[in-house]
């Protein structure tokens, strides 16, 4: 079956700590996403990569980072210099990036809750 | 510059009576919208797209959505409700060819047994 799988679904972060969240696809899909969902809050875009070695800052970057070494990978880690980052964060990904008149259905992983301690 | 707003918050529902999420946006552009649903603790799974195909969407689960570009509305209903049903749904825009996706803040759905 194809899909996206995100690991761990929970973690916990001690204070101070990098943690990093993995995020696969076997979809074939080129563009990838990471958002963050916080509770009565729509989805906030934190990155977002078209190719390989190529990522771009969503609207909240600030204290996350993430790579693109392989189509099928967009780890996002979570740094220390993120000051609230307890959430619930979800990837995706869609087939094209901004190809012709219609935007691209954007496919999400489970998720991965990630806890503050 | 696009935006979305989801009317209700919270709707309650009986078992086997009709459903109704309020969906109104706004758009510089012809734009493209979009109905998820979130069970709890679960990723978003796509109920349906519009994509100025056809005003009447129809989607999974006997869901559909109604494009009204005089109202800019882009309300999800299904003619009845199953416990099943239950869950947060978001809708949400993007431009034309755009990546962007701009999220409402969603509907949580409850089906009354």
């Known amino acids: 079956d194809g899909g996206i799988t995100q690991s761990p679904k929970y973690l916990f972060r001690k204070e101070g700590q990098n943690v990093t969240l993995s995020c696969e696809q076997n979809?074939?899909?080129?563009?990838m996403y990471w958002y963050r969902q916080d509770p009565g809050q729509g989805l906030r875009l934190i990155y977002y990569?078209?190719?390989?070695?190529?990522?771009q800052k969503g609207d909240i970057a600030e204290g996350y980072s993430v790579s693109r070494e392989k189509k099928e990978s967009f780890p996002l880690t979570v740094t220390s210099a993120q000051k609230n980052p307890t959430a619930f964060y979800l990837c995706?990904?869609?087939?094209?990036?901004?190809?012709?008149?219609?935007?691209?259905?954007?496919?999400f992983g489970p998720g991965t809750r990630l806890t503050v301690l | 510059a696009q935006s979305v707003t989801q009317l209700d918050s919270h709707v309650s529902v009986s078992e086997g009576t009709p459903v109704l999420l309020r969906c109104n946006y706004s758009?510089?552009?012809?734009?493209?919208l979009f109905w998820y649903v979130q069970h709890p603790n679960k990723g978003l799974q796509l109920l349906l797209k519009?994509?100025?195909?056809?005003?009447l969407v129809k989607g999974i689960n006997g869901f559909e959505a109604e494009f009204k570009k005089s109202e800019t509305s882009f309300h999800l209903t299904k003619p009845s409700a199953h416990m099943s049903d239950a869950a947060e749904y978001f809708c949400?825009?993007?431009?034309?060819?755009?990546?962007?996706?701009?999220f409402g803040t969603g509907t949580r759905l409850k089906v009354l047994a």
């Open positions: 995706a990904s869609s087939i094209l990036f901004s190809a012709g008149w219609v935007t691209d259905t954007q496919y």
């Open positions: 990569s078209q190719i390989v070695n190529d990522f």
């Open positions: 519009y994509t100025s195909a056809a005003t």
């Open positions: 979809l074939n899909h080129d563009a």
């Open positions: 758009s510089s552009y012809s734009p493209s």
């Open positions: 949400v825009v993007s431009g034309s060819g755009t990546y962007k996706y701009i």
